[in-house]
């Protein structure tokens, strides 16, 4: 091999990087990764390993796969309430898919590092006014200024320093044992009645609460003491200078770990086999996800599986599949082809949220329940049909009562967007509508295994 090809944490700097920035001084953005790479790292090596184990597990089909979170994460909401409501989210939403799975589910948080957006556009206009587009906080500000928007390094130090708050937090909140969490009677229920699944959805959240008291009688103390759950974290590996700089070497074990995060993984948008990000990619030893959709081909599909899973590593590689309602049923398939000619074991994750993305009539991005729900019908469908296990969801959600994505039990229109609409890239489930989902998701792969 020549020392060309030889990987290292700064070897995809050799190859085209798409959705990066360009920073005014460079010598700054140096200086600023300097620091970055003697900080201490936000996860560890047997964390990850421990990950990669149970996603082993989930694509052998004894485990399911919850990831979820914002679209982006910002600075400005780095604050207990709002982490804590993900946490209570989540935490639920596998409470209820254990119920339909009747298994273990994987939590896995969009969060602590999920800062960095890639954008279809590099400029955005208003009212005659051109100015590049925001790219995430770890890179520039929102505001609609010419200052605000320019790429800022001391911005990758405050967006590691917000993921350190934000896990040391999650850490404190689970150690603690999370509390009153677990139970049903903590949960807000107001939108059950109001669906026309009221009754099933009813005897979910009652049968949750018998088998933890069960378990409670049995064990002789409460659900929070008997063990911690776990949780761990993913974003997006976008901004290559920032998981460069926390990409490390462990005393005693082989290989390079990205310590920013458990789980980063591939977006759609830079998945090139040739690419910066792949480069980067297949050089550490975490587990990753790769994001594919209608513009993934079959030979690219292909060569990553090449080039990203070359030994067929337990638990290395998670396809996100992302299509949209329409287009899953013309495209999964032939994706699934691929993987079975290479002979290869992935773990099959949905994203029902990234294909579905639409504009109301007054030009509101939003994403319809409805549209949501028959893209992951149709995964559960297909993957049955063809024997593969579709071990995984991946959404986009928030703890808070926002009105960001339309349906649901409680009805959201396109009218009532405007009520709560915070988001500032793509629209998210909110509370009630997270914890429906994960109760159609139990109810379809109960009705499937005959439960
Ligand atoms: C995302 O997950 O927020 C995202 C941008 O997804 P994708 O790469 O699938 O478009
Ligand atoms: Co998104």
Redesign the pocket.
Known sequence: MSLMCAWSPTSWQEKPALQQPVYPDPSELKAVLAQLSHLPPLVSSWEIEALKQQLAEAAAGKRFLLQGGD??ENFAECESDNIAAKLKILLQMSLVLVHGTHKRIIRVG?FAG?YA??RSENTETRDGVTLPTYRGDVINDIAFTEASRIPDPQRLLRGYERAALTINFIRALIDGGFADLHHPEYWNLDFIELSPKAEEFQEIVNSIGESLRFMEVLAGQRVEEMGRVDFYSSH?GLLLPYEQAQTRQVPRREGWYNLSTHFP???????EVDGAHVEYFKGIVNPIGL?I?VETSDEQLGKLLDVLHPDDEPGRLTL?H?YGAHDIASNLPRHQKVVQASGKTVLWCC?P???NTERTKSGIKTRKFEHILAELEQAFEIHNTSGTYMGGV?V?LTGEDVTECTGGARGLSDEDLKDAYKTQ??PRLNYEQSLELAMLIAKRVGAMSGD
């Open positions: 679209c982006a969009r999920q957006k890639p997006e993984w591939i977006g759609l948008r830079t998945a994001k959709g996100i992302r994203d949220m990234h294909g991946h986009e890239v793509d």
